[in-house]
């Protein structure tokens, strides 16, 4: 007489955890899903800086990973050295770009050539720019290989930098001194409340891209409405919008317990969408004072 056996034919018990009985556990840092592309940043006043943060491959939502790296992720070691890796290409990529805006400004020569006659350079400049961004944002393989991404990197930085200072070399130099000195303020005072409050700014992402696309929709109507008040306005609204931008790029990297995060491997990823929000920011906060200046 056999004993009587549990489950089906003889078999173990498949049990509602998903594993068979004795089986070993699966090995830590596997995880399914993914995240999903999203939209960029648009342009402003000045010459445009290209694109912006948005969200693409790189983006983990839900929790779950973009590949194999959230059980990665998920220690404090990577995610500590993965920021240090972002702040650390995006303070030197701050550098140059500020570095490129004072000479612009301040050196008399290149500030009036530029006014004059630099135009063919600031248009070169911008498609270098625009190129350069999306290969970073649509060329997965490019973004995540060593060396061409920071080669990548460098030619974006420079070529926007440039942008940059033209954008600086028309306004007054006071007027750019306060408008660095205004973005140095709100983007540390955003970041540290960014990594500090325990609300999830990146559950409101789908919010900010309805918000970024009425932004874009109105700013080509203003394009042909020359009233200085109302692109002022704009200009405010702008400032606002990529600041709350910045607040959802920067919990995006920190990571934790975020609905959406960046994965550990798109640093270059982290980098641009926090540069690009910084640099609008900064041209929306010029803007606003050559206006208030203007009066």
């Known amino acids: 007489m056999y004993p009587q056996q549990?489950?089906?034919?003889?078999?173990?018990?498949?049990?509602?955890?998903?594993?068979?009985?004795?089986?070993?556990?699966?090995?830590?840092?596997?995880?399914?899903g993914g995240g999903y592309p999203g939209g960029g940043y648009p342009t402003g006043e000045y010459p445009p800086p290209a694109g912006g943060g948005g969200y693409a491959g790189g983006v983990e939502s839900g929790g779950d990973s973009y590949g194999d790296n959230m059980?990665?992720?998920?220690s404090k070691e990577v995610r500590m050295g993965f920021i240090r890796k972002v702040y650390s290409i995006l303070s030197v990529q701050l550098l140059v770009t500020v570095a490129f805006i004072c000479f612009f400004t301040y050196h008399n020569d290149t500030r009036m050539w530029a006014r004059r006659g630099g135009a063919v350079l600031m248009f070169v400049a911008l498609g270098v720019s625009i190129v350069s961004l999306c290969t970073l944002a649509c060329c997965g393989g490019v973004r995540r290989k060593f060396p061409g991404n920071f080669i990548c990197l460098a030619i974006f930085?420079?070529?926007?930098?440039?942008?940059?200072?033209?954008?600086?070399?028309?306004?007054?130099?006071?007027?750019?001194?306060?408008?660095?000195?205004?973005?140095?303020?709100?983007v540390i005072s955003l970041t540290v409340f960014a990594m500090q409050t325990k609300i999830d700014f990146t559950a409101c992402t789908g919010v900010a891209f309805v918000a970024l696309i009425i932004f874009m929709v109105a700013g080509i109507i203003l394009m042909f409405v020359k009233i200085p008040f109302?692109?002022?306005?704009?200009?405010?609204?702008?400032?606002?919008?990529?600041?709350?931008?910045?607040?959802?790029?920067?919990?995006?990297?920190?990571?934790?317990?975020?609905?959406?995060?960046?994965?550990?491997e798109e640093y270059i990823f982290g980098v641009i969408t926090l540069y690009t929000d910084i640099i609008n920011?900064?041209?929306?906060?010029?803007q606003i004072l050559n206006y208030a200046n203007s009066d």
């Open 6 to 32: 549990q489950g089906f034919g003889g078999y173990p018990q498949y049990p509602s955890s998903g594993q068979y009985v004795g089986a070993p556990p699966p090995s830590a840092g596997f995880s399914v």
């Open 71 to 74: 059980g990665a992720f998920s």
């Open 157 to 186: 930085t420079l070529a926007q930098s440039v942008v940059l200072g033209f954008a600086s070399a028309f306004s007054n130099s006071q007027a750019v001194a306060m408008a660095i000195v205004i973005t140095a303020v709100v």
């Open 230 to 264: 109302v692109h002022m306005i704009y200009a405010c609204i702008g400032a606002l919008l990529f600041s709350f931008y910045l607040i959802i790029d920067t919990q995006m990297i920190v990571g934790g317990n975020h609905k959406a995060q960046v994965s550990p």
């Open 281 to 286: 920011i900064f041209l929306y906060i010029l």
